[in-house]
């Protein structure tokens, strides 16, 4: 081998270590960040100490605070639940639980920011949510409900329960005419007011919509003739009109106009995390210790929900 030809060697041996080792530093720099995305809920709770509990604090009977101030609801109940695993799971002598007070209309862009680990509250799994956050399995299975006064016209009360009534033999006819003349509301926020929305452009309805922050001033527009028909979650609106000293005033429809999925809230692409909190909520299920927690804020278990418990959970 002549000179010449050595030295191209050693030059090339030496470009090639050089390269070797940019690119031995880009992998410990993809690994680095790998990491860190992969940190995440887990290890930042592990971290500091605290598990943060989003709740939406007018959403009773699933989160919502009693007389005394104090969290409560039913999934409130689960996610303490998740909090005490993820205890045990990090080894944690003690785990701080800081349970913080959002909004409908604020759940998701407070996990996307960092500030909750978790939403436990009324949240119906959509598309368009999962665009922002991830859900965990079913909670509860819902769907979107009306409440209307008593002394609502019949009309408007046979078309909310989806009946024909005898003394309209042109109900179709009449179908417009009913909902141009009514003024609506739905809690801001929530999969309600998206689907008002969509059901006033699709029936070309004039109408007005008053969207309303809670579930309380809903049924205050609603006694005070201030709007014909309120539209939320089911579960909740039989809840607060239950609570209401107006009772007698008031009727939920017992149609359902949507069938809903309600889950809890946490960040996307956080798979360690959503695993145990699916973990828990399968333990729930299979060691019917969820029948408890339901029967307190819900009644007996229906079918709907009995047939959530059997079929949602999953297997080790």
Request: charged share 20%; hydrophobic share 40%; net charge neutral.
């Given at each position: ?12 041996s030496v470009k090639t270590s050089r390269l070797g080792h940019v690119l031995f530093g880009m992998l410990g720099l993809i690994v680095v960040l790998s990491s860190t995305v992969d940190a995440q809920t887990l290890d930042r709770i592990k971290q500091s100490g605290t598990i943060r509990l989003g709740f939406q604090s007018d959403a ?151 969207p309303v922050a809670q579930y309380e001033d809903g049924i205050d527009m609603i006694l005070d003739h201030k709007i014909d028909v309120f539209f939320g979650d089911r ?82």
């Amino acid at each position: 081998m002549n000179l010449l030809t050595q030295n191209i060697q050693n030059k090339r041996s030496v470009k090639t270590s050089r390269l070797g080792h940019v690119l031995f530093g880009m992998l410990g720099l993809i690994v680095v960040l790998s990491s860190t995305v992969d940190a995440q809920t887990l290890d930042r709770i592990k971290q500091s100490g605290t598990i943060r509990l989003g709740f939406q604090s007018d959403a009773r009977p699933f989160s919502y605070r009693d007389g005394s101030g104090n969290v409560q609801g039913y999934s409130m109940e689960i996610c303490r639940k998740i909090a005490n695993e993820v205890q045990t799971e990090l080894g944690l002598t003690k785990l701080d639980i800081n349970e913080i007070p959002i909004s409908s209309a604020e759940g998701f862009s407070s996990i996307k920011a960092g500030n909750i680990d978790l939403l436990c509250g009324a949240t119906a799994i959509t598309l368009t949510g999962r665009q922002t956050v991830s859900f965990s399995m079913p909670i509860f299975l819902s769907g979107i409900g009306a409440l209307v006064r008593s002394d609502a016209p019949s009309q408007l009360r046979a078309l909310l329960a989806d009946e024909k009534p005898k003394f309209r033999p042109r109900w179709r006819a009449s179908y417009a005419n009913i909902l141009q003349q009514l003024t609506y509301s739905a809690h801001t926020g929530t999969t309600a007011a998206q689907w008002l929305t969509k059901r006033k452009a699709e029936f070309g309805i004039i109408a007005t919509i008053a969207p309303v922050a809670q579930y309380e001033d809903g049924i205050d527009m609603i006694l005070d003739h201030k709007i014909d028909v309120f539209f939320g979650d089911r579960a909740i609106l039989l809840d607060t009109a239950l609570r209401s000293p107006n009772l007698d005033n008031l009727i939920v429809s017992p149609r359902q106009f949507t069938h809903e999925a309600i889950a809890l809230g946490l960040a996307r692409d956080d798979e360690d995390f959503r695993l145990l909190v699916d973990r828990v909520i399968s333990q729930l299920y299979r060691s019917g210790n969820i029948t408890n927690i339901y029967t307190s804020y819900f009644g007996v278990p229906d079918e709907s929900a009995l047939t959530l418990f059997s079929w949602a959970a999953l297997p080790e």
